[in-house]
Every structure is written in C-alpha cells, then in structure tokens.
C-alpha cells in the first residue's frame, strides 16, 4: 500500500500546504472563526505571510505554536512534561492517552515535540466533530487523520480496518508517530476506561496474530492532568439532559462551545506524563492466554494502569474525593482555605448551568466526581 490509498483520511502532505491554506484564506466562515480563535493580529500575520509556508511542520511552527503559547500563557499556569520527548525520540510509536480536551490534548503533545526539535505526531479525530467543511481542511494541516464514525457492519469493519491499516502504514512506512485517545469521546466524569474495541481496531491493519500486530505499534500509554476542566459544567449539564432524557443528543453547537470552552477556559496547572512501552507486558498476555476477546481486555487493563499511576495528582482532588465522601480523610493534603476555594468553584460553575428542572444536588455529585475519579484511579494503583 502507499499513500494515495489513503488520501481520504490522511493528513495532508507538504505539497499540499499552499492549496489549501489559499482556500482558507478565502473563505469568510474560517477567516470569522480564526479572528475569534487566534484574534485579528495573529490573522493579519497569517495572511501576510502564508505564501512562506511550504511545509506542515512550517504552518505548525508559525502559526499552531505560537497559539498554543498564548492559550498556556493566558488560561494555565504551568505546563510540565515528563518522560514525553525521551520516548518519542527512541522509535516512532503510537501514544495511547485519557482524553481530556478534544482539540488540546493532541495539540500540547505536539508542542511538547515541537520545543525538544522532534518530529510531531500524527492524530486521530473523529468526523463528527468536523461539522464544517473547512475545519477539516484545517485539522488535516494540522497532521490529522479522519476517524470515521456511524458506519454499522460490514461498512463499520471496511472502514476500521481502513483506518488501522493506515496507522500501521504510518507508523512503520512513514516512521511517523501517532496519537489517538484511548475511547471514542472524552470521558465526561474522568473515570477514564481504555476500549477495547479501540485495540481491536488498531489489531486490524496487519495480517498477523492480535498482540503481534499491537506491538508493531509500540503503544506507549500517556497521561494527561488538567488541574480544572473548563468544560466541567458542561460534562455535568449533559449528565443530567441524559438522566431526564435518554435520547438526548448534542447539537453541532454544543460540540464547537465544548470546543471553544475547552481552548480558552482556565485550566490551571497541565501535566503530561509517557509511560514506558507495553511490548513486554503484551508478550506475557500472550504467553498466559490465547483468547484474542481475553488478550484485548488484559492489555486494556495494563494501559489503564499505566495512566492512572502517571497521572499527576493535585491539591482539588484530594479535596473533592473528600467532599463526595463527606469526610477528611486526605485532609492533609489540602489547607482548609483551598477546601473553601474549590467548593465555592463548583457552585460558580454549577451556577452556568441554565437547564429546565435544574438538580442542584445531582450536578455537584458530578462535577465532584469529575476531580475525583483520577485520585481513585490512581489509588487502586498502590494497592
């Protein structure tokens, strides 16, 4: 296989940069969003200088960098990696991680890459949140392959083996890493969980053995810490929209607000943390057992592992974990005034929230356990 059996979900190519970023320029509804996105200045510089860029890694550089540093100097303040850029120099792999913000948790990556002088990744994103034409255009600059959803049967199986085949074609032709979330959407409560069905997927695009065809990917499981979520008043309203009605649905709307939340919301304090490679504990899932369904939850587990024991754990989650307990057990953790900070946090989040039969009660349960589902996880760890 090469690359043009894959132009309908690759990125696009160095070729490629010029074409499509006239076809941005020119388009009224990219030129509105990127004036709110990255303000009237940081276009004006784009517009003016676009015709100098003749690579990805050039537009990532000139314009996806700079951005990012405004979003970390704005709305976060700090932002650590550890054990990121050492992995990623060794061979080309894939990271496996919890899934935070849709658009930041890749982007954050790539910038870590960017500043240690590595090559960026290559991300997975899924087409239902590419709601306009030219925000696919967009992501595909930005080294972005298209995840495709809502396909059932034989189309659904078509479409991932597809899509695994490229991964493998990256990874291994390409020398090209990768990043994808270990599930499909984001976990709302953080009580992040790895899909199987994700590893099934990715098993697919080699004619070989399940875990023969994992490690061909070299999975590295990466943790990812956002001290607050911006988007936790909206994870927990639709909570509660699911509660009353089963059958609700978000709009496109509601994904580009997530979207926008998430970028310019504060989060405080960021940590990315690599765990090490998987190969050898997938060789000893392979050695004790042979059922592939068995094989895929065991490795499952272990990336579950490995993130939760990365993850890094701040002062509001000890305190939420407390207040969903009502107790004091981790009260040496945390002062009695960052106790009131957060609890007064969650009622200014809760009072965004404008839904018909507002349950008070039941969305501080969830934005509780948003903070304390990570200090869960990662305590099982050390049991």
């Known amino acids: 296989m090469d690359l043009k059996d894959f132009d309908d979900i690759r990125p696009y190519t160095d070729e490629e940069v010029g074409i499509i970023l006239t076809q941005l320029l020119q388009n009224p509804d990219f030129l509105r969003f990127a004036t709110k996105a990255i303000g009237a200045e940081q276009l004006a510089f784009l517009q003016t200088n676009y015709t100098r860029l003749d690579s ?9 960098k700079p951005f990012l540093d405004y979003v970390l100097s704005h709305f976060a303040t ?26 930041l948790d890749s982007a954050l990556l790539d910038k ?3 500043d240690n002088l590595h090559q ?29 959803r809502g396909e059932v049967g034989k189309e659904l ?25 270990q599930r499909e959407g984001r976990a709302k409560d953080s009580d992040d969980r790895t899909q199987e069905s994700v590893l099934k997927m990715l098993a697919m695009g080699k004619d070989a053995p399940f ?13 990812i810490s956002y001290e607050y979520d911006p988007c936790d008043y909206l994870k927990a309203k639709e909570f509660q929209l ?15 607000l997530n979207m926008q939340t998430g970028i310019m919301g504060y989060k405080g304090k960021i940590t990315y943390r690599c765990a090490n490679l998987i190969n050898e504990q997938i060789d000893h899932i392979a050695a004790k057992e042979t059922n592939k369904n068995m094989q895929a939850t065991l490795i499952a587990q272990a990336i579950d592992k490995a993130i939760y024991s990365n993850y890094q754990i701040y002062d509001i989650n000890y305190v939420a974990l407390d207040l969903l307990n009502n107790n004091t057990q981790f009260a040496n953790h945390y002062t009695n005034e960052a106790k009131q900070q957060f609890n007064n946090y969650i009622q200014q989040q809760i009072n965004k929230i404008e839904i018909p039969n507002k349950d008070h009660d039941y969305l501080q349960k969830i934005m509780l356990c948003i903070y304390a589902n990570p200090l869960i996880n990662h305590l099982k760890t050390k049991q």
């Open 112 to 114: 870590i890459l960017i």
């Open 56 to 64: 990805i890694i050039g537009f990532q550089e000139l314009i996806i």
């Open 157 to 181: 199986i078509m479409q991932s083996r597809h899509l695994s085949q490229y991964i493998h074609f990256a990874i291994t032709q390409k020398h090209q890493s990768i990043w994808i979330a």
């Open 242 to 256: 699911k509660r009353d009605n089963p059958n609700y649905k978000k709009t496109q709307a509601d994904d580009l």
């Open 211 to 223: 875990t023969e065809s994992l490690k061909e990917l070299n999975i590295h499981p990466l943790a």
């Open 78 to 103: 700090s932002f650590d990696a550890y054990n990121v850029a050492e992995e990623a120099q060794k061979e080309s792999c894939i990271f496996i991680s919890n899934h935070r913000d849709i658009v």
């Open 120 to 148: 960026t990744v290559e991300i997975g994103i899924g087409d239902n949140l590419l709601i306009f034409p030219w925000l696919k255009d967009l992501v595909r600059l930005n080294k972005t392959f298209i995840v495709k």
